[in-house]
């Protein structure tokens, strides 16, 4: 019934920018925190950045200064802004909501720890 769906991977010279999107589709009415995360060939999964439903934001030591993770409750979207990529941003990154309230004709459900399938995100030169 809901969905999320990321876009706007690729690939990137060191040092560029990418901006990836992350939109939930259905009849929403809240989403909690979202977050991205990463995934690099065999490395395990890593929390990037996550934003509560009043925008307070957190990120990754390894990121901070260069992310910046924002949403729009409006376009039920979440963004991330990356700048200065280094190689070791390579990998697979993920949208993440803990908790998405929708409508399922008459009656109000709830998703917990809702993943979207993934973009690529490549940095090389």
């Known amino acids: 019934q809901v969905q999320l769906v990321e876009s706007g991977g690729g690939l990137v010279q060191p040092g560029g920018s990418l901006r990836l999107s992350c939109a939930a589709s259905g009849n929403i009415f809240s989403i909690n925190t979202m977050a991205w995360y990463r995934q690099a060939p065999g490395k395990l999964h890593e929390l990037v950045a996550t934003i509560t439903s009043d925008s307070t934001t957190n990120y990754a030591d390894s990121v901070k200064g260069r992310f910046t993770i924002s949403r729009d409750n409006a376009k039920n979207t979440v963004y991330l802004q990356m700048n200065s990529l280094k190689p070791e941003d390579t990998a697979v990154y993920y949208c993440?909501?803990?908790?998405?309230?929708?409508?399922?004709?008459?009656?109000?459900?709830?998703?917990?720890?809702?993943w979207g399938q993934g973009t690529q995100v490549t940095v090389s030169s």
């Open positions: 993440n909501a803990d908790k998405i309230t929708y409508s399922d004709g008459d009656v109000a459900r709830a998703e917990y720890d809702y």
